[in-house]
Structure formats: C-alpha cells, structure tokens
C-alpha cells in the first residue's frame, strides 16, 4: 500500500470535513465513531488548521487517552531549510504499530506551504491506525456520507471542554548600587471551546516598581500596577454570524484609572464563511458599551468618576497564501456623550515573498488619539516622564517598520547537524 494510495483513502473517509462542525478551534462536542484518539505533541505546528484539514482522527488535549502520540520535533538544515521528524508512538492497541517519518522543508518555504506538507505527511503517518479502527467496506478512493447516516457520538467529557493556563511569566529584577528594578506579570486563562460558544474568563496582575538612591536627595520610587479582570462570551450564529458578551475590569494608576467596569455586547459578520478561516478571514465587528469609571485624580474634564455610553466599528483581514501573508484591518470608537471624544486605529503587517530566497516585511500601526478622558489635571513632573508613571496627552501615535531577508547558497537541505 503506497503512501499516496493511503492519503487519498484518509481523505475519504466517513465523517471527513463535510460532518466536522465550523469552528476550527473547537474540541468538538461529537467525534467520529471508532477512529482513534491522536494527541499532537509540536512547538511549531498550526494546531487549528491540523484539526480543519486532515480530520480523519479524533483529537485529544490529554496524552494519556490517546490512541496515538505523534511526537514532532524540527532542526534548522545546512541549506537554510528545516527537517521535521514525526514519530507516531501507538499504545493499548497499537502498541506494537511504532516508526517515525521524516519532512524537509525548503528555506524558501512560506509558512503556508511548510503547514501544507506537515499536514500532509501527518495523513499519511495516521492512516495504518485508521485502517485498524474501521469498517474496510467504507473505504474507498472517494466516499459519499450516506443520507441520515450517523457518523459521531457523544463525547464523555468529565472538564466539560473547560481549559485552565496558570502562568507566571516576565518576573525580572535588575540590582545596581543605587537603582532597582523587580518587573512580574501573572495571571490565568479559564477557556471553554465547543461548536457553538467561545468563553473566557483571565484575570491578569502586572507589577511594576523601581527605586533610585541619590547621594544628596530623597530617594525615589516609582509603583506601577496594571490589574484586571478579561471576560467574553461568543456565540456561533451560522457559517457567517457570530455574538458576544464582553466584559473587563481594569486598575491601571499609570492611567489615572482607579476603577473602571466595562460590558460590550457585539456582533461579527464573516464575509467569507467560518469553515476557511485558517485561509481567508474578512471579518467586520461592531460592539456597544456602558463603563463607569474612578479616577485616582481629578481628570483635565473636571472628573473624579463618571458613567460612559461608547461604540465600536472595525473591519480586518487575515489572507494566508503561498506567496506570504497579510494581516491588516481598521477601527475607530467614540463616546456618545462628546463625538468629539473619538479614536481611529489602522494596523496591518505583510509579508511577501518577491522572488526565490527574497521576501520583505511591512508592519506599521497608527492611532488618531482624541479620547484620553483619564488624563489627570496639574503639571508632569520631569520623574513621572521619565518612570513613566503618567501618561501624557497626544493627538497621534505612529509605530513602523520594513525589514529584508535574503538566502542564498547551497540548495540542499537535507542535512542535519544539532552540535552545539
């Protein structure tokens, strides 16, 4: 049985894409009766364009109720290339179907078609388990999903599809004669996944402080502490629909923001439908919101604490191609008390790919800036600006770059060398 003969009977398959449900990043309420269980064990990999294209398997968070333990490792090659290694590790019954497959990638490669061969070979490395699981006679080079027929059952769930990330990341100190610096972020993600709904729940704890001896002075010190509290609620309309609840909490005092209590209902449209999202996405949002807010200081607006009635508007799109990417997309808000309280963001980043070895980068951000409400009245101190305690006032922020890359040299990317 060739390699290729075994890929297009994967593709055939019953319960293939047309029976798995559109949200490409969900752990699907249903699954596909008797295919394996596979767990995915890979720095580098797209997960959810994995789960949308080869679809022939049942994927699993745990690795210990995997069928299949498909472990990926990759190594930079002497041509500028990459190799990947895929070793398919069977257990309970397949514990005696074992091998490894390797995948090189050439340096000229997008990232787009690098995924494209991973998922190829990965179909490819699944299929003698698949041909174990089920039903020879169902198999064929093409498959029909006969009319009513029932391709998935219930999945048994203890989490309820409830995902925990606790982490505790950027924690840095820095100790000279007469300075000191401890920077900490932490905080958790609570996320649940299904076909229909997207929830969040992340609360999240930043802290800053910096302490400056001098000889002849007092002593200064700088506290800066960004906490909060993120929430969303999306729910899947159909292939082109979406709404939401969000929701957060924020104490910034860099900001002037002692409290401030924010709920948005929105929507989203999908101009292309959700299914290839991993490809295509041109999405438009609209979200309304009621916040209230207290101020450490009175405000340049005579404000300790108010109640705020905004709005929200953008339109973005994410293109993944073989000749590079783009990302780019445009948003503006304002305050229903005071239109003249406004903000309009254009963001984008590209890549493409000019000729073989050449590829150049475009990324550039700019805001129009009319809406700074927290701003604290009275003078910045020339200490508040330079520790950054304070924001300051401004009508624009502009941030960009352009960068070249180039390869050149050996075409062989078959060798590879992991000393030192």
């Known amino acids: ?69 498909v472990f990926i490792t990759d190594e930079r090659t002497g041509g500028g290339g990459r190799e990947y290694e895929l070793s398919f590790i069977g257990r309970r019954s397949f514990s005696d179907l074992d091998y490894s497959f390797t995948y090189g990638v050439d340096r000229n490669a997008t990232w787009d078609e690098e995924r494209e061969g991973l998922n190829q070979v990965l179909a490819v490395g699944l299929a003698p388990y698949v041909v174990q699981t089920v039903d020879a006679t169902t198999l064929a080079v093409s498959y029909a999903t006969p009319e009513g027929a029932d391709t998935r059952r219930e999945v048994d769930d203890p989490w309820n599809h409830w995902v925990f990330n606790i982490y505790a990341g950027d924690l840095e100190t820095g100790i000279e004669s007469n300075r000191w610096e401890f920077d900490s972020r932490w905080g958790f993600y609570a996320d649940r996944v299904t076909d229909t709904w997207k929830t969040r729940i992340r609360p999240y704890f930043n802290f800053d402080y910096v302490e400056i001896d001098q000889e002849d002075a ?37 900001r002037n923001v002692k409290h401030r209590v924010r709920v948005q209902p929105g929507v989203e449209y999908s101009l292309l439908p959700y299914e290839v999202a991993t490809r295509v996405a041109i999405t438009f949002r609209y979200r309304i919101g009621l916040s209230r807010a207290v101020y450490y200081e009175e405000t340049i607006f005579g404000k300790t604490e108010e109640v705020l009635f905004n709005q929200q508007v953008e339109a973005s799109a994410r293109i993944r191609q073989p000749w590079g990417r783009i990302f780019t997309g445009l948003s503006g ?60 006032a401004t009508d624009f922020q502009f941030s960009g770059s352009i960068g070249l890359s180039y390869t050149f040299g050996s075409q062989y990317a078959s060798v590879v060398n992991t000393r030192f």
């Open 1 to 69: 049985m060739t390699a290729t003969w075994l890929l297009l009977l994967c593709r055939a398959l019953p319960g293939a894409a047309q029976d798995i449900p559109s949200d490409s990043s969900a752990v699907a309420d249903t699954t596909l009766r008797d295919a394996p269980l596979v767990y995915i064990d890979c720095q580098r990999c797209d997960y959810n364009h994995v789960r949308r294209e080869v679809t022939l398997v049942n994927y699993v968070r745990d690795p210990a109720r995997a069928d299949v333990h």
């Open 218 to 254: 007092e002593t200064i010190t700088s506290r800066i502490h960004r906490h909060g509290v993120n929430t969303f609620a999306i729910r899947s309309v159909n292939a082109h629909w979406s709404l939401g609840y969000f929701g957060d909490y924020l104490t910034r005092n860099d």
């Open 333 to 392: 808000s304002h305050y229903f008390h005071d239109f003249a309280r406004r903000r309009a963001v254009f963001y984008g980043n590209v890549s493409v790919r000019l000729i073989e070895g050449l590829s150049i980068d475009f990324e550039a951000d700019f805001e129009m800036i009319q809406d700074q409400l927290s701003l604290p009245r009275g003078d910045t101190s020339v200490e508040d600006i330079l520790l950054e305690q304070r924001e300051l």
